[in-house]
């Protein structure tokens, strides 16, 4: 049976390496070395694809973390700041993932395009903030963008308006992949092009790809002879994840023989981040485990916030040479994500994936630090859009930070109905932003409206049945209220 298994398994490779090179055969030049890379990479992805038997992680060897792995953030911001931050700024690299589409917003092109506040985009925000550190320190912080197929010409075409700013910037692209029919377990494109048919037969195989790609691209090398040392890797579209001067200390402080190669920044879990994934211990050493490596019978116990307290917020602090000795030597391990998608003509595809916070378990001395829940601002919705948008949150220099004027430091909970999906429908809806100061929870569902200066308290609950509409009139005020389809105002 494993004899046959073993055929089977090489009979599949050989195909699929006959496919890519059929594939490379349909272009020529420096496009035709950019696909070989690439599919070196994916070859290996395939490879360990099919060896993979069962779940990735066996449930009864999981350990909870050791106290020492999972530090609080108070106890590394308590230490202070040396006189001489600049000298550690200047080691230090802000990566931005930025591989991402703004579809799931209603919105073409690149997600760090959309604005976010006051006509400011993801993008120009974290140029802002970098400029200002660069500035307040006399520093020469970079920033690098990892881009996709997707987002990589439109944001080069809106980077020249940053030339004049104190910030250099950086491009690399991520890998592209073939998407693999779920039966055959060949690819579905027939040629290299990204244009008819063919479009829908390519994908950028998840930010686990950042370290292959960032050695590939050159740009590695070259920030580590500047003298660079510690990357710092989030999602772009992550407005809590700015440089924290207090873990960079840390981790440029240790002495040489103990410095830590990897920091994960985690948050305590609430009921919202059930499915974030969380580190554990496993075979010695700090690993992450995604909602995706779990069985099926445990995914409950994996969703409880009193046995996984923490989550994953994808702030990453990476050592630069650890990556490159980790490609070198080809050790980088990240378990695979097998992400099944349905392609417009209904035919079934399967894409391999990784996570970049997956490779934790490849550094050494590697950190977990529980931050503050402030770090972790995604806008993944226009839910979340709302709250950014709102006088919950000052801005400065980039940075986001909630209102000294709210009483509770937790962000309410706001749940926007399908009417308020795109970002344009959303933005017609509200001729001006309510004010949230004091508001807990808001559930909108239907065609409903705000007029100007509307101002939103405790428990609102705006529900409009259909074919009714609800226009909230201006200089309303909300306060623990239903509002239903025929605008009845009922206490709640």
Not at 29 to 58: I, M, T
Not at 151 to 177: M, P
Not at 244 to 263: A, M, T, W, Y
Request: glycine residues 6%; charged residues 20%; proline residues 4%.
């Amino acid at each position: 049976m494993a004899q046959f298994q073993e055929m089977m398994r090489q009979q599949l490779e050989s195909s699929m390496h006959a496919e890519l090179e059929k594939l490379l055969d349909t272009t020529t030049g420096a496009e035709r070395e950019v696909s070989k890379k690439d599919f070196e990479g994916f070859n290996n992805l395939f490879h360990r694809f099919l060896q993979v038997k069962g779940p990735s992680v066996e449930w009864s060897k999981i350990q909870r973390p050791p106290e020492d792995s999972i530090q609080p953030y108070d106890k590394i911001a308590v230490r202070g700041l040396p006189d001489n931050v600049a000298n550690s700024l200047n080691k230090l690299v802000v990566v931005k993932l930025n591989g991402g589409l703004g579809t799931s917003m209603g919105c073409k092109g690149p997600k760090s395009l959309i604005s976010v506040r006051n006509e400011n985009t993801f993008l120009d925000l974290t140029v802002q903030q970098i400029e200002h550190l660069n500035k307040t320190y006399n520093t020469d912080v970079p920033l690098v963008l990892m881009n996709s197929f997707n987002t990589d010409e439109d944001t080069k075409k809106i980077l020249q308006k940053y030339t004049h700013h104190r910030v250099k910037i950086h491009t690399f692209n991520q890998s592209r992949y073939p998407r693999v029919n779920k039966e055959s377990l060949l690819p579905v494109s027939t040629n290299l092009s990204m244009t008819g048919q063919n479009a829908e037969g390519w994908y950028p195989p998840g930010h686990g790809d950042i370290y292959a790609s960032f050695y590939n691209s050159g740009l590695l090398d070259h920030l580590i002879t500047q003298g660079k040392e510690y990357i710092f890797v989030s999602n772009i579209d992550n407005l809590g994840a700015t440089v924290d001067l207090h873990i960079l200390h840390h981790l440029v402080s240790q002495p040489n023989g103990k410095r830590c190669e990897f920091v994960m920044e985690v948050t305590d879990k609430t009921r919202a981040d059930v499915k974030g994934g969380t580190l554990i211990k496993y075979e010695g050493k700090l690993r992450l485990l995604e909602i995706a490596q779990v069985p099926k019978a445990h995914v409950d116990e994996f969703k409880s916030v009193s046995k996984f307290k923490i989550f994953n917020t994808n702030n990453l602090w990476i050592s630069l040479p650890a990556i490159k000795r980790l490609q070198e030597s080809n050790a980088m391990d990240m378990e695979i994500i097998v992400n099944p998608k349905t392609l417009d003509g209904g035919q079934n595809v399967i894409q391999l994936e990784t996570a970049v916070g997956a490779a934790i378990k490849c550094f050494d001395n590697a950190l977990g630090i529980n931050v503050p829940r402030s770090r972790f601002l995604p806008v993944k919705t226009t839910s979340d859009l709302l709250l950014v948008m709102s006088n919950l949150y000052s801005l400065d220099a980039g940075s986001l930070t909630m209102s000294p004027k709210r009483e509770f430091p937790t962000t309410p909970h706001v749940k926007l109905g399908s009417s308020f999906t795109k970002v344009q429908e959303y933005l017609t809806r509200f001729e001006s932003i309510p004010d949230m100061l004091e508001l807990d929870h808001l559930t909108v569902s239907g065609d409903v409206t705000f007029g100007k200066n509307v101002s939103l308290k405790g428990t609102v609950i705006i529900i409009a049945n259909h074919g009714d509409r609800i226009d909230i009139p201006a200089g309303s005020m909300l306060e623990n209220k239903i509002v239903s389809g025929n605008l009845r105002i009922l206490d709640h």
